[in-house]
């Protein structure tokens, strides 16, 4: 961290995190914050809009510069509650980071997810055996690499990576000319001690969260599993903001493309820890994400992806040299990510697919993946039809006045009891203090029943928790926890574009809404949400909740399948070859039916 900041730097101390970040001069806390991978919250990527990033000055002097303010900035008012991203420090300090601006460490997985894959693994582990070299032996493959891969003819090997080769003579002397070679179809692509455990890691790369699986490529068990914030975050919560930056400069398509690799060596780092391995022994890698994050990992342009008619640069399926993406797995291991479909509907979707076909193979099913980015699938007789809905992070808790992670004083259940509103805090009896995904849809399916907010998405009058300044209403759920107008409408325009998605699919196929047999959410959001709630406010089509299924992060099991199994692999590439993708924003009334999924039936 230190080499990116230059004299005269200040040492600033998140106390509730127990972390310190060293600040540049001029630099706000957020972007000091978010360098040295303090978990803090920021929606907007630091463009003092969003209100996500609140922190609290406990000594030393910082600078304010209030959003309401023309120019000039000042210093917080005692126990002042204020913007990180609108914070520079001009001395050492200590902040205290609000609850509900902690960014989340992110369930990778759902309980009850557990899967093994039936392993087919694309790397395989030989061991090699060779007489010691001796003086004289000179024809016949007297080489080193030549007489390894001698050794491994029958199993197809042919060549042998340059990095690999590297290691190969010392590994070889060191080890009594016996070791173990990593064999991916006729390359040798890595040499390890005999009996090294073989690892593989798998990465779903979503525009919120990074959720990373180590698993044994000998068994095809999972072994550790962990979740992160995507660091991405950092130059914008959605898909646009992020390509509009990629688009602007060549350093800012580098700066994603960093952050990406960032967050999977990251991975890597913390599952081989968990679980007393090195990344070295990673010897495969696959990815799966939407189109916008391949393209930014592999550091592929996006201007084309970022304006009509939207088309990646490339769809299918690719394996690169995990070196090149800077990772220290195994020397010459690859990555291979998932194939895209099509517009945003990347591997992400196609995994999960692939997790799910067995629930959706011969019924009339839409199978969805609630995030910034929702990606939909209309499977009907053996048709698959994807669209992609810019949703956006409302749904998640971002852009949410009060929104905040999933952990103690969430609000996270919200019903309507003698006209009042209940909250139902996690942890309890703790104080609530924001309110998470699940709380979020909640609270605006109990403010719609109790007729707190009208048909139009209104917040109205006369009712004891609604609080008028001006012209801007809000609904207060528990002391300092409020539901805004601009909360309202942030939800309204997220699940209009989710469920104008499911009706244009619906539309292109000629089918109403009862002919769908069964509804599977993914994704680790749609795990939690409620459904009842879910269906009130419109987001859900009105179909008994007895069709409706929650499967957790069924993309984290996809991308695990792929991995693990290389006929899984072959699967994932048929499933992305045989969808057919459709961008909203050409289908005729697409503006229309999304205008009238706004309000609340
Ligand atoms: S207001 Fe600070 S990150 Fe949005």
């Known amino acids: 961290m230190r080499s990116e900041v230059k004299p005269p730097w200040f040492q600033v101390r998140f106390d509730n995190l127990d972390r310190e970040a060293e600040c540049n001069e001029g630099e706000t806390l957020f972007h000091s914050a978010r360098r040295a991978g303090v978990r803090i919250v920021g929606a907007c990527g630091g463009r003092g809009v969003c209100g996500t990033c609140i922190v609290r000055i406990s000594s030393g002097e910082v600078d304010v510069e209030r959003p309401e303010s023309a120019g000039g900035a000042t210093a917080p008012r005692a126990k002042e509650w204020v913007r990180a991203c609108l914070s520079r420090p001009s001395s050492d300090c200590v902040?205290?980071?609000?609850?509900?601006?902690?960014?989340?460490?992110?369930?990778?997985?759902?309980?009850?997810?557990?899967?093994?894959?039936?392993?087919?693994?694309?790397?395989?582990?030989?061991?090699?055996?060779?007489?010691?070299?001796?003086?004289?032996?000179?024809?016949?493959?007297?080489?080193?690499?030549?007489?390894?891969?001698?050794?491994?003819?029958?199993?197809?090997?042919?060549?042998?990576?340059?990095?690999?080769?590297?290691?190969?003579?010392?590994?070889?002397?060191?080890?009594?000319?016996?070791?173990?070679?990593?064999?991916?179809?006729?390359?040798?692509?890595?040499?390890?001690?005999?009996?090294?455990?073989?690892?593989?890691?798998?990465?779903?790369?979503?525009?919120?969260?990074?959720?990373?699986?180590?698993?044994?490529?000998?068994?095809?068990?999972?072994?550790?599993?962990?979740?992160?914030?995507?660091?991405?975050?950092?130059?914008?919560?959605?898909?646009?903001?992020?390509?509009?930056?990629?688009?602007?400069?060549?350093?800012?398509?580098?700066?994603?493309?960093?952050?990406?690799?960032?967050?999977?060596?990251?991975?890597?780092?913390?599952?081989?820890?968990?679980?007393?391995?090195?990344?070295?022994?990673?010897?495969?890698?696959?990815?799966?994400?939407?189109?916008?994050?391949?393209?930014?990992?592999?550091?592929?342009?996006?201007?084309?992806?970022?304006?009509?008619?939207?088309?990646?640069?490339?769809?299918?399926?690719i394996d690169i040299k995990a070196r090149d993406l800077g990772l220290a797995t195994a020397p010459g291991a690859y990555v291979h990510l998932l194939p895209n479909v099509g517009g945003y509907v990347g591997g992400d979707h196609v995994a999960v697919l692939l997790a799910t076909e067995n629930r959706w193979a011969k019924t009339t099913t839409i199978v969805m993946d609630i995030g910034t980015n929702t990606e939909i699938s209309l499977i009907h007789r053996g048709a698959i039809t994807s669209v992609s809905a810019p949703s956006g992070p409302a749904l998640e808790g971002g852009h949410i006045g009060a929104g905040m992670r999933a952990a103690e004083?969430?609000?996270?259940?919200?019903?309507?009891?003698?006209?009042?509103?209940?909250?139902?805090?996690?942890?309890?009896?703790?104080?609530?203090?924001?309110?998470?995904?699940?709380?979020?849809?909640?609270?605006?399916?109990?403010?719609?029943?109790?007729?707190?907010?009208?048909?139009?998405?209104?917040?109205?009058?006369?009712?004891?928790?609604?609080?008028?300044?001006?012209?801007h209403r809000e609904v207060t759920l528990a002391p300092g926890v409020a539901f805004t107008q601009n909360d309202v409408r942030a939800v309204q325009l997220a699940k209009a574009a989710i469920r104008a998605g499911i009706d244009c699919l619906l539309q292109e196929a000629g089918l109403e809404e009862s002919a769908i047999e069964r509804v599977v959410i993914a994704g680790a959001f749609g795990a939690y949400i409620g459904l009842e709630s879910a269906v009130r406010i419109g987001l859900l089509p009105a179909l008994p909740l007895a069709r409706i299924e929650q499967v957790g992060n069924a993309a984290g099991i996809g991308v695990r399948m792929a991995l693990a199994s290389a006929a899984l692999r072959d699967r994932a590439r048929a499933l992305a070859l045989r969808s057919r993708y459709l961008e909203l924003g050409s289908l005729a009334g697409f503006r229309r039916i999304f205008m009238g999924r706004i309000g609340f039936e």
Do not use: K
């Open 95 to 317: 902040v205290e980071i609000a609850p509900r601006s902690i960014a989340a460490v992110v369930r990778a997985e759902v309980g009850g997810q557990e899967v093994t894959v039936a392993p087919d693994p694309v790397v395989r582990g030989h061991d090699v055996v060779l007489a010691p070299a001796i003086m004289g032996q000179r024809q016949g493959g007297g080489a080193d690499a030549d007489r390894v891969i001698d050794a491994l003819r029958d199993e197809g090997a042919a060549r042998i990576d340059l990095y690999a080769l590297r290691e190969l003579p010392g590994l070889l002397r060191g080890t009594g000319w016996r070791l173990q070679a990593l064999v991916r179809g006729d390359e040798v692509i890595g040499v390890q001690p005999s009996g090294t455990r073989p690892l593989g890691l798998a990465i779903d790369l979503g525009t919120t969260n990074c959720a990373g699986f180590l698993v044994d490529l000998e068994t095809g068990a999972r072994l550790a599993s962990l979740g992160i914030e995507n660091p991405q975050a950092a130059y914008g919560a959605d898909l646009v903001s992020r390509v509009n930056h990629a688009i602007r400069s060549a350093a800012g398509a580098r700066e994603l493309q960093t952050a990406a690799i960032a967050a999977i060596v990251g991975l890597a780092r913390d599952l081989c820890e968990a679980v007393s391995a090195m990344p070295a022994q990673i010897i495969e890698v696959a990815v799966c994400g939407n189109t916008a994050m391949h393209h930014l990992l592999l550091g592929l342009p996006v201007s084309q992806l970022g304006r009509a008619p939207f088309v990646p640069a490339m769809c299918g399926a």
């Open 409 to 471: 004083g969430a609000i996270e259940r919200v019903r309507v009891v003698d006209g009042s509103l209940q909250i139902e805090v996690i942890g309890g009896d703790a104080e609530a203090v924001g309110l998470c995904g699940s709380g979020v849809l909640d609270a605006l399916a109990a403010m719609v029943e109790a007729g707190l907010v009208n048909r139009r998405g209104r917040i109205g009058s006369g009712h004891a928790a609604i609080r008028a300044h001006g012209d």
